[in-house]
């Protein structure tokens, strides 16, 4: 298990997307707060702090990992179907339950280290041009760990549906549409049939979908917490599970 996880590894280090795709990534990080700098200095109104920053964009952070998973699941893992890698791995001796848990490890790595460009870069850069300032009332020094702690356990949680995709689709590009597709409208489908049936409300309120949003919130109650830690930890044990299922099934060409 060892040896595939270090040669997934490899193959992400090499992979141009992923590396193409954190440095598009980390310029719009700095020049998205350049524009609030200009547009706030030639109002003359007070500047954006690192520390209002970071509160105020970290939830929107979620569309930064939607978006970053379904690339990445493209070009990273279905990408190998058509190029005939998956079938030479799939026929290597090694179990596809070992294969699938390497990938997902790995791909999972990669799209936490996405999730985290925007808020470190940005509010590194804002900091540097406005000060850190104060956190928000209700917040405590545990913040900044928290918040970015808990966005890397959800880039988990949405890497493993991603990667579920991935062997369901194979093809790079319907992964990367279906991915796209499916996590920007899954909100409005959840809540809108919500709406009128009580199970979908209940469903979509211990969602990985409605949780993420909790990211940025000042202080979470202690109440809170195990639904917070639980969703995307049973997303990924769900997720990785029906991948593996699904990629033990599946006939590789």
């Given at each position: ?8 590894f490899?193959k ?10 954190l ?12 524009l ?8 003359g109104e ?11 964009f ?7 990992i939607k978006?970053?998973v379904?690339?990445?699941?493209g ?9 005939g890698v998956?079938k030479?791995i799939?026929s290597?001796g090694?179990?596809?339950?070992r ?14 280290a ?9 509010t590194?850069e ?11 009332e209700?917040?405590?020094t545990?913040f ?25 689709l ?26 009128k049936?009580s199970f ?5 309120d211990?969602?990985?979908?409605k949780?993420v949003s909790?990211?940025?919130k ?8 195990p639904a ?6 049973l997303?990924i044990a ?11 099934r599946?006939e590789?060409?």
């Amino acid at each position: 298990m060892y040896n595939l996880i270090r040669v997934e590894f490899f193959k992400l280090r090499k992979n141009r997307s992923f590396w193409t795709f954190l440095l598009a990534l980390s310029v719009l990080s700095l020049a998205y707060p350049l524009l609030y700098y200009f547009d706030h200095r030639s109002n003359g109104e007070p500047q954006i702090t690192g520390a209002e920053f970071l509160t105020t964009f970290i939830s929107s952070n979620a569309y930064i990992i939607k978006f970053g998973v379904a690339i990445l699941a493209g070009f990273f893992i279905s990408n190998e179907y058509s190029t005939g890698v998956m079938k030479t791995i799939a026929s290597s001796g090694n179990t596809r339950g070992r294969l699938f848990a390497a990938k997902l490890i790995v791909f999972a790595v990669g799209a936490m280290a996405i999730s985290l460009v925007f808020p470190i870069v940005s509010t590194v850069e804002v900091t540097l041009l406005s000060g850190f300032g104060h956190l928000p009332e209700g917040s405590t020094t545990l913040f900044i760990p928290r918040a970015l702690g808990l966005t890397l356990l959800y880039t988990a949680g949405y890497a493993a549906i991603g990667a579920l995709f991935t062997v369901i689709l194979t093809d790079s590009g319907k992964t990367i549409g279906f991915s796209m597709i499916f996590f920007l409208m899954i909100d409005t489908v959840l809540a809108s049939i919500g709406s009128k049936i009580s199970f979908f409300s209940n469903l979509y309120d211990y969602s990985i979908f409605k949780r993420v949003s909790d990211i940025g919130k000042p202080s979470i109650d202690s109440g809170d917490w195990p639904a917070l830690l639980l969703v995307p930890l049973l997303t990924i044990a769900v997720s990785g599970v029906l991948g593996i299922l699904v990629f033990h099934r599946k006939e590789i060409k």
